[in-house]
């Protein structure tokens, strides 16, 4: 019998990179000039927050008036993005915890980009609840601590306390797991520089010098951050979506919420991280570090978790008409043939037919079409949020009192604006640290062992193996 022989895997790192190559080229984009296509981003994303600014205040100043709300859809666009946000954040941690603790060794060419995603849209998300107080200056309400002016508490057994505590609690390790992997590449930074930058960096660094301990506790801290964020992977969104599940409003008093959530909010914030990815690769000149076999995995996860969510979808419709009653019935009915048909269809075809795509690798492979397709998933799940909500609200119980919600330009504008705050975030982060972590690069290269073969040393030369050792 003859032996069988294992399929070789696909590098992921190409151009048999040296140590110092490494260094240099993921240290180049926080040291070189801004490109001219950075420039142009970085002046339309700030032009986007200069707008959520405007709309912010507008807001404060003239009172929630200034949307469409009325007096069935109270929940709007305010609660449609502060889910989408959310969803969006999920898939840093995922690609950070998750992977690592399974040690699938493709995160580590997207797992920076992606934690400062879920920092950043956290943010995005964690303002749209403030926004709809009304007030601002009364959001300490929200926080559970003895009110010296009253016997006023807040209510624990309601889930938007819930997601204060949750989305909380998930910032604060996403934070400290983000800046826990950025340490090393600091130094890294900090031992190029020079000046008032080089003492920046090595404030920014714990005054960290590669040593065998540091690199031990390093590592056992990523292990437990990773462990600890793991079950909020699960936990967050589940907590999101019993804002919706805990009611008794038919559409919404499902427990199937809680895993449809989680699955939509993975779906959601992988199809983010391949945008910003595949802009980001092309921007920085990354195509060594961030590979096909990168961008071919995140697709295998969208097309999983989207077909998961279109199982989700058809159950709803599914358990709405086994259950019998007629005012679930009509609710589902109401989302498919009702005034919102254009959201419900728009979700449907960008969520669930779409993905189906990527079961051709010749298309999981197209940096083109998955580009358009991560654009596509994000429209989509915007939708299913808006679906939700809006199209659930507008018609209750009473017919006289069924509306129709549009937005208004204050909300729209406040929507855009988050974006540029997203993206203008996004943009100084990837100039002040490596949008792929450096270290983590190395130990792949380290361990795979076949960057280093004798026809390479020929190549490269002995000095320029020496010097890439002490590099690393």
Request: glycine fraction near 8%.
């Given at each position: 019998?003859?032996?069988?022989?294992?399929?070789?895997?696909?590098?992921?790192?190409?151009?048999?990179?040296?140590?110092?190559?490494?260094?240099?080229?993921?240290?180049?984009?926080?040291?070189?000039?801004?490109?001219?296509?950075?420039?142009?981003?970085?002046?339309?994303?700030?032009?986007?927050?200069?707008?959520?600014?405007?709309?912010?205040?507008?807001?404060?100043?003239?009172?929630?008036?200034?949307?469409?709300?009325?007096?069935?859809?109270?929940?709007?666009?305010?609660?449609?993005?502060?889910?989408?946000?959310?969803?969006?954040?999920?898939?840093?941690?995922?690609?950070?915890?998750?992977?690592?603790?399974?040690?699938?060794?493709?995160?580590?060419?997207?797992?920076?980009?992606?934690?400062?995603?879920?920092?950043?849209?956290?943010?995005?998300?964690?303002?749209?609840?403030?926004?709809?107080?009304?007030?601002?200056?009364?959001?300490?309400?929200?926080?559970?601590?003895?009110?010296?002016?009253?016997?006023?508490?807040?209510?624990?057994?309601?889930?938007?306390?819930?997601?204060?505590?949750?989305?909380?609690?998930?910032?604060?390790?996403?934070?400290?797991?983000?800046?826990?992997?950025?340490?090393?590449?600091?130094?890294?930074?900090?031992?190029?520089?020079?000046?008032?930058?080089?003492?920046?960096?090595?404030?920014?660094?714990?005054?960290?010098?590669?040593?065998?301990?540091?690199?031990?506790?390093?590592?056992?801290?990523?292990?437990?951050?990773?462990?600890?964020?793991?079950?909020?992977?699960?936990?967050?969104?589940?907590?999101?979506?019993?804002?919706?599940?805990?009611?008794?409003?038919?559409?919404?008093?499902?427990?199937?919420?809680?895993?449809?959530?989680?699955?939509?909010?993975?779906?959601?914030?992988?199809?983010?991280?391949?945008?910003?990815?595949?802009?980001?690769?092309?921007i920085l000149k990354l195509e060594e570090y961030i590979t096909m076999a990168h961008i071919e995995s995140m697709n295998k996860v969208i097309?999983?978790?989207?077909?998961?969510?279109?199982?989700?979808?058809?159950?709803?419709?599914?358990?709405?008409?086994?259950?019998?009653?007629?005012?679930?019935?009509?609710?589902?009915?109401?989302?498919?043939?009702?005034?919102?048909?254009?959201?419900?269809?728009?979700?449907?075809?960008?969520?669930?037919?779409?993905?189906?795509?990527?079961?051709?690798?010749?298309?999981?492979?197209?940096?083109?079409?998955?580009?358009?397709?991560?654009?596509?998933?994000?429209?989509?799940?915007?939708?299913?949020?808006?679906?939700?909500?809006?199209s659930t609200l507008a018609r209750d119980y009473i017919p006289s009192s069924w509306s129709y919600y549009w937005p208004t330009w204050v909300?729209?504008?406040?929507?855009?604006?988050?974006?540029?705050?997203?993206?203008?975030?996004?943009?100084?982060?990837?100039?002040?640290?490596?949008?792929?972590?450096?270290?983590?690069?190395?130990?792949?290269?380290?361990?795979?062992?076949?960057?280093?073969?004798?026809?390479?040393?020929?190549?490269?030369?002995?000095?320029?193996?020496?010097?890439?050792?002490?590099?690393?």
């Open positions: 019998m003859s032996a069988t022989v294992s399929p070789i895997r696909e590098p992921l790192i190409r151009g048999s990179k040296t140590y110092h190559q490494i260094t240099e080229d993921l240290c180049a984009p926080t040291e070189r000039t801004p490109s001219a296509a950075w420039v142009i981003a970085f002046i339309l994303a700030v032009g986007g927050l200069a707008t959520y600014a405007f709309c912010l205040l507008w807001t404060v100043w003239n009172g929630i008036g200034t949307w469409d709300l009325n007096r069935t859809i109270g929940w709007g666009w305010d609660i449609t993005n502060f889910v989408w946000w959310v969803g969006i954040g999920h898939a840093g941690t995922l690609i950070s915890a998750i992977l690592l603790i399974f040690r699938q060794k493709w995160r580590t060419g997207v797992n920076r980009a992606a934690e400062a995603m879920t920092i950043f849209a956290v943010v995005c998300a964690g303002q749209f609840p403030l926004i709809h107080m009304g007030r601002l200056w009364l959001a300490f309400f929200i926080f559970p601590y003895p009110n010296t002016r009253g016997p006023l508490w807040v209510n624990f057994n309601s889930p938007l306390l819930w997601d204060v505590f949750a989305i909380s609690t998930y910032f604060t390790v996403s934070i400290l797991f983000w800046y826990m992997g950025l340490v090393p590449d600091f130094a890294t930074i900090r031992d190029r520089a020079t000046g008032l930058r080089r003492r920046i960096y090595n404030f920014l660094s714990f005054g960290w010098t590669g040593s065998a301990k540091h690199w031990q506790r390093w590592e056992a801290m990523a292990l437990i951050l990773a462990g600890l964020a793991t079950p909020l992977v699960l936990s967050v969104h589940t907590i999101v979506s019993f804002d919706f599940a805990t009611s008794i409003i038919p559409g919404w008093h499902t427990t199937i919420f809680p895993p449809y959530f989680v699955a939509g909010a993975v779906f959601s914030g992988f199809a983010m991280v391949q945008t910003l990815m595949l802009m980001t690769r092309k097309l999983l978790t989207g077909s998961i969510v279109g199982v989700a979808y058809l159950t709803e419709l599914f358990i709405a008409w086994y259950s019998g009653y007629i005012y679930e019935q009509f609710a589902f009915y109401n989302r498919v043939f009702g005034p919102y048909w254009w959201s419900y269809f728009g979700m449907m075809s960008c969520n669930v037919l779409s993905p189906q795509i990527f079961w051709s690798k010749k298309m999981r492979r197209s940096i083109y079409v998955t580009f358009v397709m991560s654009i596509f998933v994000n429209i989509g799940m915007w939708f299913e949020r808006f679906v939700i909500i809006a909300e729209i504008g406040l929507f855009a604006g988050t974006l540029g705050l997203f993206f203008t975030l996004y943009l100084i982060f990837v100039r002040v640290a490596p949008v792929v972590a450096i270290a983590e690069v190395k130990s792949i290269l380290k361990s795979s062992g076949d960057q280093y073969t004798p026809s390479t040393r020929e190549t490269v030369g002995e000095e320029a193996v020496r010097k890439s050792n002490l590099d690393y």
